[in-house]
């Protein structure tokens, strides 16, 4: 189907003789921003890591647009859970890193910067280095230059997992902003089930190890949405109940 971004065919991934991921199949569609949680080590990033081929699957294979997923060849943003701001490089060379390595035309680097620099609010930071920067400026950051390169495809690693409750829920709505303006299609792994439900469209459920999908969820929350509201409540006591393991 045209509107297939990501297809998963029976992903196994095994490391000796521990298997992570147990034939996993399921499609991403274009511009959906799918959360994925599951227990504690079940394999999440080992799941992100196969998309980006820093580990290659025993078998199975990861398909974007039909084809063999190819960095080279598909345009991919990939956000750790680490701050991966080179601490020599100003915000904006930070945020421009990822143009230049394609080296796109600085005409077109200095208008994609001044872009996402002020969609997240950095404007007056712009000769900032790293460490003169907060924890959430930093992570702002690290989503421009990630969003600076229009990619087709945006995998987030608990990007948010080191930040407090208040700077959490702020840097999420500027996600949910940045995607709604762009239609990125995605990927975001997340151990914390309020911000999968907080944040996502879709979310899918994986068992503990060897992983297997326990469920594709559709989030039937409308936007925006409030953590107290009875509706938002029951949704993540259901998405709870899917990842209980015991």
């Known amino acids: 189907m045209d509107d297939i971004k990501v297809k998963v065919k029976n992903l196994t991934k095994r490391f000796g003789d521990l298997l992570v991921l147990d034939d996993i199949s399921f499609d991403v569609k ?50 750790f859970q680490e ?13 421009a890193f990822g143009l230049r390595i394609k080296k796109k035309p600085e005409e077109e680097v200095k208008k994609s910067v001044d872009e996402v620099i002020e969609m997240v609010g950095l404007q007056n930071f712009r000769k900032y ?25 945006l995998l987030m690693d608990e990007p948010y997992g080191q930040l407090d409750i208040e700077l959490r829920f702020k840097l999420e709505d500027e996600l949910i902003g940045l995607w709604e303006k762009l239609g990125t299609t995605i990927i975001f792994i997340t151990h914390n089930i309020e911000e999968a439900v907080y944040i996502s469209e879709d979310i899918l459920i994986l068992t503990n190890k060897p992983t297997t999908i326990k469920q594709m969820m559709v989030n039937p929350l409308p936007r925006p949405r409030t953590v107290t509201e009875k509706r938002f409540i029951e949704v993540r006591e259901q998405v709870t109940e899917l990842i209980k393991w015991w």
């Open 83 to 95: 701050y991966s701001t080179m601490p020599w490089l100003t915000v904006e060379e930070n945020v």
């Open 129 to 153: 280095y790293p460490n003169q920067l907060s924890a959430s400026m930093l992570q702002r950051v690290v989503i421009a230059r990630a969003f600076a390169t229009k990619p087709d495809i």
């Open 30 to 79: 274009k511009g959906q921003f799918l959360c994925v949680v599951g227990p504690t080590g079940c394999g999440k990033t080992t799941f992100l890591n196969c998309i980006t081929r820093l580990y290659e699957p025993t078998s199975g294979e990861i398909l974007v647009d039909g084809e063999p997923v190819d960095l080279r060849k598909h345009n991919v943003s990939y956000i």
